[in-house]
């Protein structure tokens, strides 16, 4: 494999598809030394967005794809609105790094979704795509012994971010039942659990239930009998058990979701708590300023709020004034409906529900066909990318975008 790849990056693989192979062996690449956003991170993620906008020129140049004039009018004049108008509702606080990482979000998006609905890069077919997994792979194992032997409290930061790996090894296995995708699912399993990141361990078990779902429909539900569950119940219960009393589960993030915490709550309840309290400010600052544009629109790009209940309920001794906060400004708003809503308005509101959309209405379409190939691969990758997205910001990562891209190269294929 690791043959083929050196093979393929020096003479096989065209010009673009090695662009994709360094920009992301660099985005992941400098999670090991640099922490799971650094600034490496998200100067990849700006050449991303302007490499797949270039290689949309190109692709539309080379095909000679027309697009009706008046169309692309109405884009670009729509764009410019959307510019001046954030920039005018935002000038009192702007801070330019935000509104940037805000239109770069924004317009990565459509540039992804674009891009796989008219064109087919190299790098999305099977084969190569592969070598790319091989790649990631590489980079996870190195983070994972990193973390392990470097950092005091390890956790395997990378591996939230890249579930496309642990997903391409289901599918294969399930696919191709060949043992060496079975050694790489088990270990993925495992670095999941000892990745110490809740989100990892969660979405690993929903992928093994999602493709199972699909590749043995027929048997699954027959498999979950009265016998096969009480064993597992009995065994996990027993397995918990024995954790806890010897102080190992409770050094697991995973546990402190169901653990007593602050104000004697349960972690799951804070967790939640503190995200409602995020969409209350932001809420507030939506109509503190709202005008003829904030249903469309939203805040803008940029949009930022004063988080007073938010730093109430976790500083509550400070005072119901609020005047500690009085030049503090928060962007991060991690219910993501809200935050499409707060920064984009109904424009994008309307764009991640006709993402959401289509991908669940793919799934049933493959489901039905009862024929699984790569377009159910990256139906299932991003769908459960998307689950994040109610938790945490996830269009901030060029794997998401990734997932959309190809998702869209086989939106198009017909099941019925």
């Known amino acids: 494999m690791f043959n083929y790849l050196s093979y393929g990056l020096r003479n096989q693989f065209s010009f673009f598809t090695k662009i994709f192979f360094t920009i992301f062996a660099i985005h992941y690449g400098s999670v090991i030394l640099l922490g799971e956003i650094n600034s490496i991170n998200r100067i990849t993620y700006g050449i991303y967005t302007i490499f797949i906008f270039l290689l949309l020129i190109k692709h539309f140049n080379n095909y000679e794809i027309k697009i009706n004039s008046n169309r692309l009018q109405s884009i670009l004049w729509l764009s410019i609105i959307f510019i001046l108008y954030s920039f005018f509702i935002n000038k009192a606080y702007l801070n330019l790094s935000w509104f ?3 239109f770069l979000v924004f317009y990565s998006i459509i540039f992804s979704m674009v891009l796989g609905y008219y064109f087919k890069p190299e790098i999305f077919e099977k084969s190569i795509l592969e070598n790319l997994i091989v790649i990631l792979f590489f980079i996870l194992i190195t983070d994972s012994i990193f973390s392990f032997f470097f950092i005091d409290e390890s956790k395997i930061r990378s591996f939230s971010r890249l579930i496309i790996i642990p997903s391409f090894f289901i599918f294969q296995l399930f696919n191709t039942k060949e043992n060496k995708y079975l050694y790489a699912t088990l270990f993925c399993f495992l670095l999941a659990i000892v990745s110490n990141m809740r989100y990892a361990f969660i979405i690993m078990i929903l992928m093994i239930i999602a493709y199972s779902i699909f590749f043995f429909k027929n048997k699954i539900f027959g498999f979950f009998n009265l016998r096969n569950t009480s ?30 915490a602050y104000m ?15 969409v209350q400010d932001a809420y507030n ?3 503190n300023q709202f005008n003829i544009g904030s249903f469309f629109f939203g805040n803008g790009f940029g949009a930022s709020y004063k988080p007073n209940e938010f730093m109430r309920f976790f500083v509550a001794e400070y005072s119901s004034d609020g005047a500690v906060y009085e030049n503090l400004r928060r962007h991060i708003l991690h219910f993501g409906p809200a935050r499409f809503f707060f920064r984009y308005g109904l424009i994008g509101l309307t764009l991640i529900s006709y993402i959401f959309y289509l991908n669940i209405s793919k799934l049933l379409s493959i489901y039905r066909s009862n024929t699984f190939g790569i377009d159910l691969f990256f139906s299932i990758t991003l769908i459960l990318y998307l689950l994040r997205f109610f938790l945490q910001p996830i269009f901030n990562d060029i794997m998401i975008l990734f997932c959309l891209t190809g998702f869209f190269i086989h939106l198009k294929e017909k099941h019925d």
């Open 100 to 102: 940037v990482g805000d």
């Open 231 to 260: 064993i597992m119940l009995l065994f996990l219960t027993t397995t918990t058990f024995i954790l806890y009393e010897n102080n190992v589960l409770q050094k697991w993030s995973f546990y402190y979701l169901f653990a007593p």
């Open 264 to 278: 004697g709550e349960l972690g799951i309840v804070n967790v939640y708590i503190g995200r409602l309290y995020e």
């Open 285 to 287: 600052q939506y109509l």
